[in-house]
């Protein structure tokens, strides 16, 4: 038997809302959701998953009596751009949806970064809860508070607001293809590497057939716990961007998966941390991720262009680039590293400089 998977969590949102978050099995029905009667409730979804925001919308309106009128917004990132919220604001007004409605977000984290932002701010802000239907959006994207859209294909502009509600149903995780569950575990190990050293052993037992019901709970609790102790990514929040340095300028340069871009990063930080604190871990890290079916390589790519994207990378200050490495599994620590360092780490994932 599946071991018991409910967890709850709580956030409170410096907004005088708070943001609940369950995870079990089963629970994607409205009762979790919906947790009262809502004058108005209106659902966000993308095409894939647009079978699961019907379902909703016709269990809503059997038990509660509430008409649920959905706008399945367009795949992908093709949803995080200002005319599409720009659109949804325009069809949210054209069905009457006030100020006391509910939005409900049913998709993958980028559905739920666009409907997020478009909660926060039509009538300056009403309700949300998100059904996040990817295993990157149940254990990153939907959790944290962050929403936003994309200008020149970077996430530049949204509002930190927690939505009311996320609901974490993983008998829909089940069902994801294998190169979603993939991707999306990078985020899930990465949470083990950094802090919920348990998820490694569970990785490193089962490989992609981990048990959700293990791995998903633990990861949300790293997630919130990082969240809570720094809503505005001041420094602690910082640690969630353990492999991301490095990674993001793979995934622009190659054009690769987020979640492939961030276990190709993690490899060179790990290679990093061993040069620069001993980090004794960075094979067993590599052998993880490896038995994940993740790539600890990077594609052929520009390496100047690489350079010139961390360089970029938020965490720089004037000092030079900041990245996150571990002294040990479960320890994690921002530090400054220097230009051969980093060329260390880029020639561990192939990637020679000139
Ligand atoms: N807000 C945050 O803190 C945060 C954190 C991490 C990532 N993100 C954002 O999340 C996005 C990536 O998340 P994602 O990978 O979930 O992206 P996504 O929403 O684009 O989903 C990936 C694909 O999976 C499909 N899909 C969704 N649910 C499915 C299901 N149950 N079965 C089969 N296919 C399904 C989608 O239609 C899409 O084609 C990016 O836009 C990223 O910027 C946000
Ligand atoms: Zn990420």
Redesign the pocket.
């Known amino acids: 038997m599946a071991p018991d998977s409910s967890r709850e969590w709580e956030i409170a949102g410096g907004d005088g809302r708070t943001c609940t978050i369950t995870v079990g099995r089963g629970i994607a029905g409205i009762e979790h959701l919906i947790t009262r009667n809502w004058p108005q409730i209106a659902i966000l979804t993308?095409?894939?998953?647009s079978a699961?925001a019907q379902d909703i919308a016709t269990k809503t309106l059997a038990r509660l009596q509430v008409r649920a009128p959905i706008r399945v917004l367009p795949?992908?990132?093709g949803?995080?751009i200002l005319s599409v919220v720009g659109d949804t604001y325009e069809w949210l007004n054209s069905i009457g949806f006030a100020r006391d409605g509910l939005i409900v977000a049913v998709?993958?984290?980028?559905?739920?970064?666009v409907a997020?932002f478009v909660a926060a701010t039509y009538l300056r802000g009403v309700e949300i809860a998100y059904l996040?239907?990817?295993?990157?959006?149940a254990v990153?994207?939907?959790?944290?508070?962050?929403?936003?859209v994309?200008v020149d294909g970077k996430?530049l502009v949204?509002v930190f607001r927690h939505p009311g509600r996320v609901v974490v149903d993983l008998d829909?995780?089940d069902?994801?293809?294998p190169s979603?569950l993939r991707?999306?575990s990078a985020?899930v190990v990465k949470a083990g590497f950094i802090s919920a050293v348990d998820i490694i052993d569970a990785y490193e037992t089962d490989g992609l057939d981990v048990s959700l019901d293990r791995v998903v709970p633990a990861a949300i609790d790293v997630k919130v716990k990082t969240v809570i102790a720094d809503f505005r990514e001041a420094d602690l929040r910082a640690i969630l961007n353990y492999g991301h340095t490095i990674g993001h300028g793979i995934e622009v340069a190659a054009s690769i998966?987020?979640?492939h871009a961030v276990a190709i990063g993690m490899v060179a930080a790990g290679r990093i941390a061993q040069e620069a604190l001993g980090f004794a871990g960075s094979e067993r890290q590599r052998k993880v991720l490896e038995g994940i079916g993740l790539p600890t390589t990077s594609p052929r790519v520009d390496v100047a262009q690489v350079r010139r994207l961390m360089d970029r990378d938020k965490k720089r200050d004037g000092a030079g680039l900041r990245m996150v490495l571990l002294e040990d599994f479960g320890h994690p620590v921002v530090r400054h590293v220097e230009e051969d360092l980093i060329r260390l780490g880029l020639a561990e994932i192939g990637l020679v400089t000139g």
């Open positions: 993308q095409p894939t998953v699961m795949d992908e990132e949803a995080k998709g993958g984290g980028a559905l739920t970064d997020g996040p239907t990817t295993l990157l959006g990153d994207a939907s959790i944290g508070g962050k929403t936003g994309n996430n949204g829909i995780l069902e994801l293809p979603l991707a999306g985020e998966p987020h979640g």
